[in-house]
């Protein structure tokens, strides 16, 4: 019965769609908005962390909202596009991946509300989509421009940024560190491979900074390297510690060939045995002395599938001639070695030449907790400095992995303001200003239109509202005073969760980058206008 009444308090000549239509698309909006519920309390520096478990046992320890939905198992095909948009996020803007997923959960709400007041899907979808072109303008016009020569400003945002982590007592340490590293290597313009003036660079590859963990000691011995680290040791027996190196990264193996995988040597006395060990002796020795003759002192080796790369007999050689040896190199890292060094890979013994080297200051293994390091500093060759190391050290596993998480996240923003060089107060400050703004231009609007927009703002203060309940505060009473200050002309004024009370969140330093509000906006409306129009599902054969 609740039903038939329902049906019968929409408006006359109010849309009513097939009875399996609505059903899938409530069930798509029922899905999305749980997967949304999920990770809601993670929101903000007051958020709840999870903890997941995956099927091997391995636990993770978060609160980023793309890696909790990365790692979550979710089978319904809506939900899954909200785990693709935190991805779409996470590539975009690398901050704001929970907010996104929150906001798209609060706008699926609102569509359902209005698909129950008989407005069609598609009417709902187009005016959110101009609803979201009005929001952007609308932020773009609160943003305050920012130079990138403006640390203090870069900071403010990077700490921003890691207040919300599990690492959040480090963020002194760990922001200046992330804005150090991509100063560094957004100096490089993406035609040219000229180092230029960080303030003309537009955008920052973060491949060219290498993250590496090390378990042992605490956060607050992170460390940015200017140069390279190698998470092997050197090889035993060689010298630990080069002077003035000359670094050769090789291809090929320092050990005597193999024969084909069906083939075998069958030796009938020993005489044969000795010949084939004095073979291989002279073989090796041989390799060794063109190395030594190039001036070669530090050798990278590249790790080898089918045979050992180096064997013991290459080491000793190796050793005695004061040659250092790194070996096990991946073939994924050969690039970025390149890159930091300046050298060029040598893939046969024929090309081993001086012109292929790199030349370094030192080259020494360093200890690092239980384990050990190999740390190239003072690269002279030129054209380098492209790239820059970051060694992450913590007491046990899931703080490692959850301070790498929160490093790559501080560096997206600072990437993000080099792409797009503006900044916003944060602390649901822009979301409920939007809302306010756009529930104004609501009221210009005539018919099913203004109604969908007021929806959109109203569906916008889950931000500010979910920023309280995280923080213990009361929402009501907090958003009611926040729609207050900003209807009276402050627009910068957000929840400060230090202090449990409504401010002005600039004062505070809590700052974000334009672009991670616009981009989640964006996001979130193309994910939940996909959804609206999805009116079937259908299992394919194969």
Request: charged share 25%; with cysteine; glycine share 6%.
């Amino acid at each position: 019965m609740p039903a038939e009444a329902a049906q019968s308090q929409k408006p006359r000549g109010g849309y009513k769609d097939k009875e399996k239509p609505t059903q899938i698309r409530h069930s798509n909006i029922t899905a999305a908005k749980a997967v949304a519920d999920a990770v809601r309390t993670s929101l903000g520096p007051k958020g709840m962390d999870k903890m997941i478990q995956s099927g091997t046992g391995d636990v993770t320890i978060t609160n980023d909202g793309a890696t909790i939905l990365k790692q979550m198992q979710v089978l319904h095909p809506a939900a899954r596009m909200l785990v693709e948009l935190s991805k779409a996020q996470d590539v975009e803007a690398g901050d704001g991946t929970t907010t996104v997923v929150v906001i798209a959960g609060s706008l699926l709400d609102a569509a359902s509300k209005l698909l129950a007041k008989g407005i069609h899907p598609t009417q709902i979808s187009e005016a959110f989509q101009k609803a979201a072109v009005k929001g952007v303008e609308i932020l773009s016009g609160m943003a305050m421009p920012v130079e990138l020569s403006d640390r203090e400003s870069l900071l403010k945002s990077a700490a921003t940024s890691l207040n919300s982590k599990v690492v959040s007592q480090y963020s002194n340490l760990l922001s200046p560190l992330a804005v150090d590293a991509v100063m560094k290597v957004c100096r490089m313009s993406s035609g040219s491979g000229q180092v230029i003036d960080p303030q003309l660079a537009d955008n920052v590859d973060l491949t060219d900074i290498k993250i590496i963990k090390k378990l042992g000691g605490t956060i607050e011995d992170t460390q940015l390297i200017e140069g390279m680290v190698f998470t092997q040791k050197a090889g035993s027996g060689g010298p630990t510690k080069v002077e003035n190196a000359q670094i050769a990264l090789i291809q090929f193996c320092v050990s005597p060939p193999k024969t084909d995988m069906e083939n075998q040597v069958i030796l009938a006395d020993y005489s044969q045995m000795d010949r084939v060990l004095r073979e291989e002796r002279a073989y090796i020795l041989d390799i060794v002395k063109t190395i030594k003759k190039s001036g070669c002192n530090v050798l990278l080796i590249q790790k080898s599938i089918l045979r050992d790369a180096v064997n013991d007999l290459a080491l000793h050689f190796l050793a005695k001639m004061k040659i250092m040896v790194v070996k096990d190199i991946e073939r994924e890292d050969v690039e970025f070695v390149c890159k930091s060094l300046g050298c060029k890979p040598i893939a046969s013994l024929d090309h081993f030449s001086s012109q292929r080297m790199a030349t370094a200051d030192t080259v020494e293994e360093i200890s690092a907790g239980a384990g050990k390091l190999v740390k190239v500093t003072g690269i002279t060759t030129a054209g380098t400095g492209k790239t820059v190391c970051v060694l992450i050290r913590g007491s046990n596993k899931l703080v490692l992995e959850e301070a790498d998480r929160s490093i790559h996240d501080a560096l997206c923003v600072i990437r993000c303001l080099v792409k797009k060089r503006a900044l916003i107060a944060g602390g649901g400050a822009p979301e409920i200003e939007l809302s306010l703004r756009l529930a104004e231009y609501a009221q210009t609007l005539t018919g099913t239109e203004a109604y969908c927009f007021r929806a959109y703002a109203e569906a916008l203060e889950v931000i500010p509202i979910t920023l309280a309940e995280n923080a213990g505060l009361n929402p009501i009473a907090t958003v009611t005073e926040l729609r207050n200050k900003h209807a009276q002309g402050e627009p910068n004024t957000g929840i400060n969760v230090r202090r449990g009370a409504v401010t002005n969140i600039l004062e505070e330093s809590v700052v974000q980058p334009l672009l991670v509000s616009t981009s989640a906006l964006q996001l979130a409306t193309e994910t939940v206008r996909s959804i609206l129009k999805i009116d079937d599902i259908v299992i394919s054969l194969r």
